[in-house]
């Protein structure tokens, strides 16, 4: 065996076992969820498969809590691409006034602990009103999610050269026309990670969720927090609503994985 192939399967080797050190947690979870729940407690794949532990996490409260992270979530990824994309525009195309020192406001942003901020943040939806409300998950996870996509899309609109946008504009392009019809194609498969990225931390997030939310406006993470009780963990519950919360996420992510790659892997060369 020649050392180029040696190194190839040496390589292989280790993503291999990077990828099963990776997986191994989502996929004790998923076994977890099919366990009684006094055999969850014993680590070992070995035991009686049932689908109790499903058919106590799916109930109307799941339902409802299902519902509400579909909406927010969707609304966050809307309302942050429509803000986002053309403020990245902008910044990269348009001439404005300390450009670099806006970017990095939108990207320090992203540096803040959410803890630092609860108490303000909860005494100003208390006084209006938006406590246990969609309204307030939306606003709060769109406030967070912009600055994220700002950072990922402007690397992406500033991989494409100038003399492009100089060349529509010869053609009689309006920067809307070349913003819509030249730019967003472009960058398309970027968009869609950008898009998918801030899907998953919507979808994913507890801390402001169970901070803001009781009853009515609960998401998936917070309904799985409510097997964590007084009496103990119910690690069985929590791995079968874990395992359906993942689902849709996993799902997208396998549509979406030919531009995800190609969106990640974007900004990594020029020219």
């Given at each position: 065996m020649s050392i180029r192939k040696l190194k190839r399967l040496l390589i292989c080797i280790v993503v291999i076992v990077i990828a099963l050190i990776w997986f191994f947690p989502i996929f004790y979870m998923v076994i977890s969820s099919f366990k009684p729940e006094a055999q969850v407690v014993v680590p070992g794949i070995i035991f009686n498969p049932t689908l109790d532990n499903y058919r106590e996490v799916f109930s109307d409260t799941f339902v409802e809590c299902l519902r509400n992270s579909v909406l927010v979530t969707l609304l966050t990824v809307v309302i942050t691409t429509v803000?986002?994309?053309?403020?990245?525009?902008?910044?990269?195309?348009?001439?404005?006034?300390?450009?670099?020192?806006?970017?990095?406001?939108?990207?320090?942003?992203?540096?803040?602990?959410?803890?630092?901020?609860?108490t303000p943040v909860y005494l100003i939806f208390q006084r209006a009103q938006?406590?246990?409300?969609?309204?307030?998950?939306?606003?709060?996870?769109?406030?967070?999610?912009?600055?994220?996509?700002?950072?990922?899309?402007?690397?992406?609109?500033?991989?494409?050269?100038?003399?492009?946008?100089?060349?529509?504009?010869?053609d009689g392009c309006t920067k809307v026309q070349t913003f819509f019809h030249i730019m967003i194609p472009l960058?398309?498969?970027?968009l869609v990670s950008a898009m998918l990225l801030v899907f998953i931390t919507t979808w994913n997030e507890f801390f402001f969720a169970v901070t803001l939310t009781y009853s009515d406006s609960a998401t998936l993470p917070v309904y799985m927090s409510k097997f964590m009780t007084q009496q103990g963990y119910f690690w069985?519950?929590?791995?079968?609503?874990?395992?359906?919360?993942?689902?849709?996420?996993?799902?997208?992510?396998?549509?979406?994985?030919?531009?995800?790659?190609?969106?990640?892997?974007?900004?990594?060369?020029?020219?």
């Open positions: 803000l986002a994309v053309p403020a990245s525009y902008a910044l990269v195309f348009v001439r404005l006034k300390n450009s670099d020192s806006t970017y990095f406001w939108f990207v320090s942003t992203t540096f803040l602990p959410a803890i630092s901020v609860i938006l406590i246990d409300t969609p309204l307030a998950l939306v606003l709060l996870y769109s406030g967070s999610g912009v600055p994220l996509m700002v950072w990922l899309v402007t690397n992406y609109f500033r991989e494409i050269p100038m003399d492009l946008v100089e060349a529509a504009e010869l960058i398309r498969n970027g069985g519950k929590m791995s079968a609503a874990g395992t359906l919360i993942c689902l849709i996420p996993i799902i997208l992510g396998f549509f979406t994985q030919k531009s995800l790659v190609k969106g990640m892997t974007a900004g990594a060369s020029k020219g």
